[in-house]
């Protein structure tokens, strides 16, 4: 990948980012997270308990299970893996290692994935797990993924 990449100073935050394998999508926001967007909203924050959550879905606990019901109102299922599949997006979600949701990313029809690094920038990037990382502040493992039918 080329264009502009993450600072080096933001690359220590994401031991597997490298500049080959991410290019900048967009500028620094504080507008809307990861969360929001992998569901396709730049318009607002998405946190449970303490940003916009979807009605109808559990915010309490703060668990994996928050975050399926959030995407499964979407209309969103759990699958296997990220491998792309024609005909579907795919989102994955991050976990940290304490248990608690931390991230989520968005496969493009390219195969590569998106991601919003907090109120840094978007990004693209090679693989989902490129965003992956066990340390204090990373974002941990993918470790569920969702579908749904991409739209025509």
């Excluded at 992998?38 to 946190?47: I, Q, V, Y």
């Excluded at 989102?91 to 608690?100: D, E, Q, Y």
Aim: aromatic share 14%; glycine share 8%; charged share 20%.
């Amino acid at each position: 990948m080329t264009h502009h990449q993450l600072t080096s100073q933001k690359l220590i935050s994401f031991p597997r980012l490298v500049r080959r394998n991410h290019r900048v999508t967009s500028a620094e926001t504080d507008t809307y997270n990861c969360i929001a967007w992998a569901a396709g909203d730049t318009t607002r924050w998405w946190w449970p308990r303490t940003g916009y959550w979807p009605a109808g879905t559990p915010d309490d606990p703060l668990d994996v299970g928050s975050f399926i019901a959030a995407y499964a109102s979407l209309g969103y299922v759990v699958c296997a893996d990220g491998a792309l599949e024609e005909g579907f997006e795919k989102i994955a979600i991050f976990v940290h290692p304490n248990g608690f949701p931390t991230h989520a990313a968005l496969q493009l029809e390219t195969g590569y994935w998106t991601s919003k690094l907090g109120t840094w920038e978007d990004i693209e990037h090679t693989s989902e797990h490129d965003v992956e990382g066990n340390c204090q502040f990373c974002y941990g493992d993918a470790h569920t993924y969702m579908r749904r039918s991409r739209a025509t």
